[in-house]
DNA sequence: ATGAAAGCGCTAACAT
DNA sequence: ATGTTAGCGCTTTCAT
């Protein structure tokens, strides 16, 4: 048994084609199971590819056919527990499709995402999906100018470059103000993240005190965080906003992490929830699901979003040029009430 | 103003070079910051390029110069905590290079794996992260004749292909034991996922099993799971185990979520921690910082895992050939014993 | 069903 | 400091 030297030089068509005696654009053919081959000359060429251990060149390729199979994903980071849950929708559909996603953090940066992009941009990938609707406008003019679907997620509260999935997060803030007030709380905190760059934190914010604002109600007291634990972060924020403004009756969180801190700092003080304290995340993250009680939280519907995102691209790849694009898909964000909010 | 209208074609170095009057092989010097171009050239171009919009197209780029800065990154997925947490040190470290993750999963099937390895391959990156050291053999042969960096990561039980960065999963597990043993407990308990493939969490059971062994006791009680939400799960496994086992003193789980959940479970019960029973997980997700009691841990130190990784593809991208890779590098997972291992 | 020629958009290598 | 030429490894297109 001869074992083949290992080849320094990368194996090429080439190589293949003189192992199997067939010319390489047959062998082409072949490997990429196009035109009419014969039975035949098939075997010999899979055979000699795979003896060779030969795989094939994707940047030649993509530079020769002008096609080229990823599709570029562009989020905040993966510390934050929603885009490791978009990502799995995003390649849950792409697995079933030629498509490959890349991924690039732009850690919540405007000039990082714009830096971001445009070397995504420069591997020619068959669509975008990029995070939020806020960008630059230099990103914006890329994306724009950039002759391939574009899909903005997570957000659908103002105007996408091309298509958008998401939820409403003014509308996610409004409803569970709607419902928190519907249980009679009246004095109402704000726990989150500070917000500078964090739109959608923004607009569920914005929408929350909006419609407080309507039921004549203001939000009490709020208090801001930035990095750290966020579980340890609730439980200290919510002692914070609970010794400075003791008649505080409900606390809403901007997600689930902090909620569930604050509900477990609240547990321990013996306070009584949702009775003397009512409380609400966001996210819906199943990851905590099995705390001493259920977290009354919205959906962000993570992963519909990364599939459906996917799956836009997917079919205008597919379509080539056949779709228009241009697509909206607002998902709803369900409330679960728990057992923090529901003063049954 | 005349607005420049929106080309169908995407741009090239040619349109760069005729709009600003400089050949194309300096227009590209320009771009690429190499060679010497007069200041004058240099702004001429800039500006032209700026002006069309150009991106640079490094499919052809990558091509002409055999040279692309993609790292493969190879992992069983994102659902699992800790790769996300590996992803953040690889990207920490590659943001300051010219290098580019791209991210395959293979949802710990051995088979997905070979065929994420050979679609990244086929984008013939400048070098390849891969969890784990158990690979199918057309994998291994795919890695050892790549002719680039190969960084196994997470594990260092065994034998890599080149370069490997991780912790020892059974001196973990060993360690562990030998903790447990140390503060007196007797009858005790492991909890995990179900681990046909899951090559780590079985080697740290067997470095458990062993050191136990070694003190005279043997695992009086096991419960295995898989899916679902951890936290969840971790409470239901702990009933069940503490059911059927009333005596057992000690419960080991094989991850810090199913911990948590174990430990809240107990803390319900009103059962004495850690002095009736004594908990411990794995992982060191700060995730959890905040919970009722620190739970004992040992930390994974993934973060540094894939900086490690890394930097060792880096360094090897950088210095073409001179690098003669086999890089081993064994951290120490760091047993923190919260307060529901030690016996004060 | 198979092959030959041309060229995708860049960059290496060599002029000048 | 700038330009010219050739060619990266494949696929497209057109023959046969």
């Known amino acids: 048994m001869a074992n083949t030297p290992p080849p320094r030089r990368p194996l ?49 390729g993509g530079l020769a056919s002008s096609r080229v ?6 989020i905040p980071s993966m510390s934050n527990l929603v885009f490791p849950e978009v990502l799995t929708g995003i390649s849950e559909v792409l697995d079933d499709t030629e498509l490959q996603p890349v991924v690039g953090f732009t850690n ?7 830096k971001v992009l445009y070397e995504m941009l420069s591997w020619r990938p068959s669509g975008v999906i990029i995070a939020g609707l806020e960008h630059t406008p230099p990103a914006r003019a890329m994306l724009a100018s950039a002759g ?15 298509s958008m999935v998401g939820i409403s997060h003014r509308r996610a803030g ?19 993240t500070k917000m500078p760059l964090d739109h959608r934190a923004r607009k569920r ?20 965080y930035s990095g750290g634990s966020a579980l340890a972060k609730g439980r200290e924020m919510t002692e914070a906003v609970l010794k400075r403004t003791p008649d505080i009756d409900f606390l809403y969180y901007s997600n689930d992490m902090i909620g569930a801190g604050g509900l477990l700092w609240c547990l321990d003080q013996g306070i009584d929830v949702p009775g003397q304290i009512g409380l609400a995340g966001f996210n819906g993250v199943d990851l905590l699901e099995g705390l001493p009680m259920a977290l009354a939280t919205m959906d962000a519907r993570r992963r519909e979003i ?9 079919a205008a790849a597919a379509d080539e040029g056949a779709d228009a694009g241009g697509h909206v898909v607002e998902l709803e964000p369900s409330l679960s009430l728990g057992q923090t909010l529901s003063r049954v």
């Open 306 to 314: 990364g599939r459906k995102a996917a799956e836009i691209v997917a």
């Open 12 to 60: 090429t068509l080439r190589d293949v084609s003189e192992a199997s005696g067939v010319s390489e654009m047959t062998v082409s053919r072949v490997l990429r199971n196009r035109g009419d081959v014969s039975e035949a000359t098939r075997a010999r060429v899979r055979e000699a590819a795979k003896k060779l251990g030969y795989v094939p060149n994707k940047i030649a």
């Open 69 to 74: 199979n990823l599709v570029a994903v562009i």
């Open 148 to 162: 391939i679907p574009v899909v903005e997620i997570m957000d659908t509260d103002g105007e996408p470059v091309d």
């Open 108 to 114: 919540y940066l405007p000039e990082r995402e714009e």
């Open 205 to 224: 914010f914005e929408g929350f005190t909006e419609a407080l604002a309507k039921a004549g109600i203001e939000v009490a007291d709020q208090e801001f």
């Open 174 to 192: 409004r409803e569970m103000a709607r419902a928190i007030v519907q249980q009679g709380y009246k004095r109402i905190a704000f726990l989150g």
